[in-house]
Every structure is written in C-alpha cells, then in structure tokens.
Antibody
Framework: EVQLLESGGGLGQPGGSLRLSCAASAFTFSSYAMSWVRQAPGKGLEWVSGINYSGGSTYYADSVKGRFTISRDNSKNTLYLQMNSLRAEDTAVYYC????????????????WGRGTMVTVSS | DIQMTQSPSSLSASVGDRVTITCQASQDIRNYLNWYQQKPGKAPKLLIYDASNLETGVPSRFGGSGSGTDFTFTISSLQPEDIATYYCQHYDNLPLTFGGGTKVEIK
C-alpha cells in the first residue's frame, strides 16, 4: 500500500528547533516532488515547502523562508523538514504530501498524504 | 500571492441534494486547480485535479469545472459520508495556496 508516515513532531521551544521526517513506501519516491503542508488547530491548510524529485530545487512559503529547510534522501525514501527559530504561529499538524505528476519537478496536486505529526511551539 | 476565495464557508443540505461550491482565484490560474475533501481528524484526500479530472477511485457524484479565475465543485447527490470540509488549491505558481474551506453538513 502506498504510504507516507511522518515522525518527529512534539513540543518545541520558541526559538528552538525540530526535525520532521516522512518515510515513504510502495512507490518510486525518487520520481516525485514532495511537499509539507500544515494545518493550525481549527484552521485551514497552508502549503509550507516543496522539493523536486532529485532534491536540487526547493521552494518555501514566505512565512517559513530562512527558518525551515526541506530535504530528501532518495536512498532512504525519506523526506525531511528542519524547523529552526520556531514561533508560536508554527503550531500545527504537519502533513507530508506527494505530488501527483508534472515529471517530479514541481508541486502540483497532492494525491498521497501522511497522517500528520503535531508540532506545538510553547514555553 | 494568488488568493483563493471559496464560498460558501459552510452549507447545510439534505441527503440527495445537489451541492455546489465555488472558488475564485485572484488572477488567471488556467486550469491548475485541485479540490480536496477533509474529514475531521483525517488528512485531506484529493478528489479533483486540473479543475475537472476525477481522481482514481473517487465516486462519480463528485465533479469540477471552470478555468481562468472561476471554478465550481459539485456533489450531484449528497450522501451522509460526504460530510467534510472541502478545499480548493491552485498550483499555477508559488506559493501554492488553498481556499478557506467549505464545511458541508447534513440538514
């Protein structure tokens, strides 16, 4: 079964760091762009960051640019999100999502989602 | 950034009713528009991609249309399992943005 499984969420201090991971299975991970999408409690969806199939191109929302870093290890079928300089407004469920197509170069439609991992930023 | 305006923000309809949700983009996004369903406590699920294409395995009562700036999502006959929040999302350029969501309830 095609699956994405996030881990690494939890309680982070303001100004601190967390690293999220997303393990992919049952599809050719190295052929697809991937993204992180977050959802603050009771709020809508916000695209956070994306990466192309090879890891050579990365994309960020302005709200996280300069603080978050997306990366991938295709040998381990794993996507990462390094989150630094955490703020209270980063509190959300973070979803890992697979892009549906476009040759793996750019985020488009998200056809596979993980269950999400909760990040809470609080002192 | 492209703003995606969804309406209504919520609606209540009876089982069997036709339900329509609209999504307006702040600029031309061609047909680069997707629709998702999210049930409480669950991850979103892709229903429609490229404005009008039904994702594999999605029931045919779901549909989408539109291009440019105005898009429509339709449930032709509302079922109890369709209770959820629905989101539109564009991918014409960065950043990708989602509409504010439409919560669908049973009357």
């Amino acid at each position: 079964e095609v699956q994405l499984l996030e881990s690494g969420g939890g309680l982070g201090q303001p100004g601190g760091s967390l690293r999220l991971s997303c393990a992919a299975s049952a599809f050719t991970f190295s052929s697809y762009a991937m993204s992180w999408v977050r959802q603050a409690p009771g709020k809508g969806l916000e695209w956070v960051s994306g990466i192309n199939y090879s890891g050579g191109s990365t994309y960020y929302a302005d709200s996280v640019k300069g603080r978050f870093t997306i990366s991938r290890d295709n040998s381990k079928n794993t996507l990462y999100l390094q989150m630094n300089s955490l703020r209270a407004e980063d509190t959300a469920v973070y979803y890992c999502a697979k892009s549906r197509g476009r040759g793996g170069s750019y985020p488009d439609a998200f056809d596979i989602w993980g269950r999400g991992t909760m990040v809470t930023v609080s002192s | 950034d492209i703003q995606m305006t969804q309406s209504p923000s919520s609606l209540s309809a009876s089982v069997g009713d036709r339900v329509t949700i609209t999504c307006q983009a702040s600029q031309d996004i061609r047909n680069y528009l997707n629709w998702y369903q999210q049930k409480p406590g669950k991850a979103p699920k892709l229903l429609i991609y490229d404005a009008s294409n039904l994702e594999t395995g999605v029931p045919s009562r779901f549909g989408g249309s539109g291009s440019g700036t105005d898009f429509t999502f339709t449930i032709s006959s509302l079922q109890p399992e369709d209770i959820a929040t629905y989101y539109c999302q564009h991918y014409d350029n960065l950043p990708l943005t989602f509409g504010g969501g439409t919560k669908v309830e049973i009357k």
